[in-house]
């Protein structure tokens, strides 16, 4: 079987930027499946596993539009210290959440101001090409149901 939309993809990958610190790895542990063709993993990575089948084996990079995009500079602003609950401690790095426009996000804390916070709603890995070297350890058929939800079930993938 190749990967194809509606098929489960399992693999294992690591993650590296370009200085090849390594920000995400599955190897020693169980593969990461998806439903490719539905938006599980980001668009420059699925692209290049399309027709992908068990025991592939590869080393690609993604740049930033077909990752996690560019990074923008709107998403980058300052809130006051009123916005955020009293008893929160504040420092540089911390992830926050709030409501968004289009449902809850999460921001980074990338300064702290005399009246409140610098946050960045960017992805943190938004405007960085990123390189996977990836292993297709199994390719299948999704269920009815996962086709549905849109999302693999089971082991390796989501659980309701």
Known sequence: MK???GMVVSMHYTLTDDSSDVLDSNRGGEPFSYLHGHNNIIPGLEKALE???TGFKSKVTVAPRDGYGETNAD???EAPREHFPPDMKLEVGARVHADGPNGPITLTVVKLTDTGAVLDANH????KTLHFDVEITGV???TAEELAHGHVHGE???HH
């Open 124 to 127: 943190p890995l938004a405007g």
């Open 3 to 5: 990967a194809a939309r």
């Open 75 to 77: 998403a980058v602003f």
């Open 51 to 53: 027709g992908a089948q």
């Open 156 to 158: 390796g993938g989501h």
């Open 140 to 142: 299948r058929a999704a």
